[in-house]
């Protein structure tokens, strides 16, 4: 269906042709045409007036100028430069905007720096920034990224994070940790990469070379404080002192910046998962008086999860629901410390599911088809061997618990296998372990409501890395470098995205729209910039910008990121 359309900017009345449509059952415009003023109609009918124009062409607008305006506020570029100076002379723009680009692309639509150009001429970024696409050849940004030395790289990151605090005020006193790895496509015989290397990959691609990176989160909002890179083949609970340190360093410039003494600064709590214990984490933490709050797995603590569920309480019926808690204290790596049991209904019962659904299901599977092999009498394995096999179907140490099997005969054609699920050994463990987390903290005067909400800050950290994952914003890749140095660039404009991701989603939170990353650039790229170009009888095209038709939800954002400070005027 069409319509005309008017809409008022300023005094003047603009005058569009509207087709609506209905999209998902609902009613949507799917396309806009703009048609004039009402004196340019009045002169179209008359035969004069510029009348429709002779092309128009669409742009990107919303997503790619609310993050420039949050990089501009923090003034992002000017720190790059400040810390790395001058640099190489023939570069149309610093060193310091070329790293923020890198870091826009990252975040709304991440392609090669190749693409770069191609992606920048579909956004209307080149109008509002005056930087054109000729400067944005990918070897301009290879050369921006080798003016910055990896030294100048940490400071240039602790100068962001110190920038962003101020800015925001952003709440730094509890704080989440977490690590995990990204898959590369870096080549075997590469040697220039060692920070690339084989090891456990958190995306199961064991076949490619990973590169580690290590996260330090606000509670308040997930805002990445610090990072830290590190070879793939590396355990992470052996980065733990390097995160730890940066952290404090970083935590130490904020309060400076903030004239707050280093004495008198506040305290901080690190949040991090049981993959970082050890003696030496827990000692090095005392070292830092760093405050803590973390997990030890409740199957190392066979003396609180066999307490009766009589033991346990309500934590907060209103924030937790059903959660219920017994708080005490226990010997955890080597000293007395608090230690809090916790039971949460949703997870006993997500657990139970899964258990049943998918892991023992799985094992089952398995070990049928195992026995439809060996009752055909057709394997030449040996019984060690099929033993070995049988062994590796269970090796997880709750199917351990509840499978029990029997392998009978000699020779492998006289090999048979029965097994079945003791259903009280699998009630047992049920009623053992599924639910129950058991926290560890040197809070002794939290109450256990602070203590939970602080640990389930954790969540931030792992969805920052979720977040990387994602193919089509904030994303790790595509990554096309292949030297130390150019990766670590990379991930200092990777975690650049991140954190402006998040300041936006917070920003957008506390005006009352609480939407994650994803929904909120979808929401923004929804606010387009329509061009239309019209020819006149000599000289270069007349164009006529516009944004495009909004829903209120994106009237919404374009007053949260001050949006119109970019629109095109007329």
């Known amino acids: 269906m069409a319509s005309i359309v008017g809409k008022k900017r300023g005094t003047a009345t603009y005058y569009y042709l509207v087709e609506s449509a209905r999209v998902d059952g609902k009613p949507r415009i799917v396309s806009q045409e703009y048609l004039g003023t009402a004196e340019e109609l009045a002169a179209a009918m008359r035969g004069g007036g510029l009348g429709l124009p002779d092309r128009t062409g669409h742009k990107e607008f919303g997503a790619v100028a609310a993050a420039w305006g949050v990089l501009e506020d923090l003034g992002v570029a000017a720190v790059i430069d400040e810390v790395a100076g001058p640099g190489p002379s023939g570069l149309p723009l610093s060193a310091g905007t070329y790293l923020v680009l890198a870091a826009l692309n990252r975040l709304v639509a991440p392609c090669s720096k190749a693409a770069f150009a191609d992606w920048w001429k579909t956004t209307a970024a080149a109008r509002f920034t005056k930087i054109p696409a000729t400067a944005l050849d990918h070897r301009r940004f290879w050369d921006a990224m080798h003016a910055v030395t990896l030294d100048q790289l940490a400071e240039i990151s602790r100068r962001v994070a110190v920038r962003i605090v101020e800015a925001t ?240 005969g000699g020779q492998p054609r006289d090999l048979r296998l029965t097994w079945h699920v003791d259903h009280d050994a699998r009630t047992a463990l049920e009623e053992e372990l599924f639910g129950k987390h058991v926290l560890i903290t040197d809070h002794d005067d939290w109450p256990v409501a602070e203590v939970v909400a602080g640990y389930r800050s954790q969540s931030e950290a792992e969805f920052s890395f979720r977040q990387m994952k994602d193919p089509h914003v904030v994303s790790f890749s595509p990554m096309h ?90």
Request: charged content about 20%; hydrophobic content about 40%.
């Open 481 to 570: 470098h292949w030297t130390e140095h150019n990766i670590r660039v990379h991930v200092f404009t990777c975690v650049l995205a991140l954190q402006i991701a998040h300041l936006m989603r917070r920003q957008a939170a506390q005006a009352g729209l609480p939407v994650s990353v994803r929904v909120l650039l979808a929401e923004l790229a929804g606010i387009g910039e329509t061009v239309l170009l019209y020819h006149g009888g000599r000289g270069r095209p007349r164009a006529h910008r516009m944004l495009t038709e909004t829903t209120p939800v994106q009237d919404k954002l374009t007053s949260i990121f001050g949006l119109a400070r970019y629109a095109p005027r007329r």
């Open 169 to 408: 005020g952003v709440d730094m006193s509890s704080v989440a940790l977490d690590m995990t790895n990204f898959a590369t496509f870096i080549a075997t015989g590469n040697g220039k990469a060692p920070i690339a290397q084989r090891g456990k990959a958190k995306q199961k691609r064991a076949d490619l070379r990973l590169v580690g990176l290590g996260l330090v989160v606000t509670r308040d909002g997930g805002i990445p404080l610090t990072w830290h890179a590190y070879p793939g083949d590396r355990p992470d609970v052996t980065q733990f002192p390097a995160m730890i340190d940066q952290l404090r360093g970083q935590h130490q410039a904020v309060c400076a910046a903030a004239g707050v003494a280093p004495g008198g600064s506040p305290d901080m709590t690190a949040v991090f998962d049981a993959g970082q214990n050890s003696a030496g984490n827990f000692a090095h933490l005392a070292g830092a008086r760093l405050h803590y709050i973390g997990s030890v797995p409740a199957s190392d603590c066979p003396d609180l999860t066999a307490l009766p569920a009589s033991r346990r309480v309500i934590v907060d019926k209103e924030r937790f629901g059903g959660l219920t808690a017994f708080d005490t204290r226990r010997e955890v790596y080597g000293t007395q410390r608090r230690a809090i049991l916790t039971h949460s209904p949703e997870l006993h019962n997500s657990q139970a599911r899964g258990f049943d659904g998918t892991t023992l299901a799985k094992a089952g599977r398995k070990l049928d088809e195992l026995a439809a092999t060996l009752a055909r009498g057709k394997t030449r394995r040996s019984k060690d061997k099929v033993q070995a096999e049988i062994e590796a179907i269970t090796r997880k140490p709750w199917v351990r618990r509840v499978i029990t099997w029997q392998l009978d």
